[in-house]
C-alpha cells in the first residue's frame, strides 16, 4: 500500500487503490425525474408520471415518462426538456 500519511496517522492508500463511487439505479432514477420536471416549458413543468433507470459500469439507460401542460408543442417540448438534462449539455 502506497500513499500519503493523514496528519498525525497512519498512511492513507493511493487514489486509484481506494475503490470506486457506485451510484445506485434508484437514485439516477430520482435525479432523471427531478430534471425532467423542472423543464423550463415555457414557464410552465411537466408532470413526471414514471421513469426507470439502469447503471451499467459508468453508462446510465434513463427512461422517464411525463405528462405535458396544456398546449404544448409535442417535439419542441420533449427536445428542450430532453436538452435540459442531456449528458454534455449546457444548463
Do not use: F
Not at 493523514?6 to 439505479?25: F, I, Q, Y
Request: proline content about 9%; charged content about 25%; hydrophobic content about 35%.
Amino acid at each position: 500500500m502506497t500513499g500519503t500519511p493523514a496528519a498525525g496517522g497512519p498512511a492513507r492508500p493511493a487514489p486509484a487503490e481506494r475503490g470506486r463511487t457506485v451510484v445506485a439505479d434508484r437514485a439516477v432514477r430520482r435525479i432523471a425525474e427531478r430534471a425532467a420536471g423542472e423543464a423550463d416549458l415555457a414557464g410552465r413543468h411537466a408532470r413526471v408520471t414514471r421513469g426507470t433507470a439502469t447503471v451499467r459500469g459508468s453508462r446510465a439507460d434513463v427512461a422517464v415518462d411525463v405528462r405535458l401542460p396544456y398546449p404544448a408543442a409535442l417535439g419542441e417540448t420533449g427536445s428542450g426538456s430532453a436538452a435540459g438534462w442531456r449528458p454534455g449539455s449546457p444548463s
